[in-house]
């Protein structure tokens, strides 16, 4: 028994061993481990590194590093929205170098979905940030199924410099889909790729659709000038595709001599046409546009007054501002958001208040362009509006808020930070999006009142 318990003593004698040593011990070798199969592109073997750690473990912050940069490398971009929390708490300032791989993983790594609307979605946004980056991306959509999701890939390969070194983009010249072939001569021949002349004569030649028209406008652009002549004598001919056409592009060319073309397009038979006629006005942001805008805000037809309305804050003229009022009370709720957004860009901070009731309405399309409409101001109340129509039980308010929020010139990224967590997929992407907009330049605090 004296022996039993003087081992006894010897053994409770010696100190006791913690476990936060070993763990620590542990962690250069695992993150040596994780490193190499990082470096082998073993990426889920870096994951289950940083998933074996015992929840009481010290956090080793280079295998953390590892682990977020696997699940990009993986295409798993919400897990690595979880480790970036981590790597960088909300009360630390975001890590660029992070958050714009991240946010742009978002969209790669849903290119692919099996959801046409998915696709579609990371596409356009795609389209409007026009990154050179993802040029390999880019030139896979145009593989796709789907034909918008191919005519997106085209435009943005064009916004992102790529169209003149881009291979499969000139093979889109010869897709089954003239609203792909459109896209890629717009690229092509905005890029000053000159040997796709003789292609685009052909078009203009043979074709009888909207087709010709572009391929006009495209020769145009690489210096066929006489081509002006033949895309406004197509506003007058008698299919309204091809009316429509020539008046979208002679908007955007802005020449002199197309005014007299697009004010008449106000009084075209079509409503169609009409409306494209008052988008171009606006394109077009010219003082001369006023005259015929002002015709079309009393249009019988509810879009046409829509168009005409956004138009005329396009312009940028303010003593419009009276026309616009009047319509705030137009009996359409979709005539009267737009105006809204007009007197906003006219700079008109109180229309907010009717912009904030929009938002309350029951028809989520309209809570919608209440949405839509803020892009035009980065008010202090524009933010809280939008904050609140983040968190709407609908998808489509959300969807409108998170990209508002993008074009916001106030410090919004703590939102779309959350919009990336939303449930609904196309938000998750369309905040990325805004993200990455955001990223680009840096943002002012919003305005108080």
Do not use: C
């Not at 998933?51 to 953390?64: F, M, Q």
């Not at 993986?74 to 890590?95: F, I, N, S």
């Not at 506003?235 to 002199?256: D, F, Q, S, W, Y």
């Not at 489509?396 to 074009?407: D, I, M, N, T, W």
Request: charged share 20%; aromatic share 4%; net charge neutral.
């Amino acid at each position: 028994m004296f022996l039993l318990l003087t081992l006894w003593m010897m053994v409770t004698s010696l100190p006791s061993v913690d476990a936060s040593p070993a763990t620590t011990a542990a962690g250069p070798a695992l993150e040596r481990e994780a490193t190499n199969a990082y470096n082998r592109a073993e990426y889920d073997q870096v994951l289950k590194l940083w998933y074996s750690l015992p929840p009481e473990a010290t956090e080793s912050k280079p295998l953390l590093r590892l682990a977020f940069q696997s699940s990009l490398k993986l295409g798993r971009p919400e897990e690595a929205l979880t480790l970036y929390q981590r790597l960088v708490p909300t009360d630390r300032p975001d890590d660029p170098a992070l958050l714009r791989p991240l946010t742009l993983s978002f969209l790669t790594s849903h290119v692919r979905d099996r959801q046409e609307h998915v696709r579609i979605e990371a596409y356009t946004i795609l389209a409007e940030l026009g990154l050179a980056e993802t040029q390999a991306v880019l030139e896979d959509g145009l593989l796709d199924s789907s034909i918008l999701v191919r005519t997106r890939a085209a435009d943005a390969i064009g916004k992102a410099g790529l169209a003149g070194k881009s291979g499969p983009l000139r093979r889109a010249l010869n897709d089954p889909t003239p609203a792909v072939r459109i896209a890629a001569m717009n690229a092509l021949s905005e890029a000053k790729v000159t040997d796709i002349m003789p292609y685009l004569i052909e078009v203009a030649r043979t074709d009888d659709g909207p087709e010709s028209i572009f391929a006009s406008a495209a020769l145009y652009r690489l210096g066929k000038q006489d081509m002006l002549t033949d895309i406004a004598g197509a506003a007058t001919l008698p299919e309204p595709n091809v009316r429509m056409a020539a008046l979208g592009i002679l908007g955007r060319l802005k020449r002199a001599s197309s005014l007299s073309v697009l004010s008449q397009g106000v009084y075209d038979p079509e409503p169609s046409v009409r409306a494209f006629a008052a988008g171009a006005l606006g394109d077009y942001g010219h003082a001369g546009g006023v005259g015929p805008l002002t015709h079309a805000l009393g249009d019988e037809n509810a879009r046409v007054r829509a168009v005409a309305a956004t138009s005329l804050g396009r312009l940028g003229i303010r003593e419009n501002h009276p026309l616009l009022r009047v319509l705030t009370r137009d009996a359409n709720m979709q005539v009267r958001a737009s105006a809204v957004e007009g007197l906003l860009r006219l700079g008109d901070v109180s229309a907010i208040a009717l912009v904030a009731d929009l938002a309350k309405h029951p028809d989520p399309s309209l809570r919608a362009a209440a949405a839509h409409a803020l892009t035009a101001t980065s008010d202090k109340q524009a933010v809280d509006i939008l904050q609140t129509l983040l968190q709407d039980r609908e998808p489509q308010p959300r969807l409108s808020a998170v990209k508002a929020l993008g074009k916001s010139g106030a410090a919004v990224t703590p939102l779309l930070k959350k919009g990336l967590q939303d449930t609904d997929v196309t938000i998750r992407l369309a905040a990325a999006g805004s993200l990455l907009q955001q990223l680009r330049h840096p943002t002012t605090a919003p305005k108080a009142r």
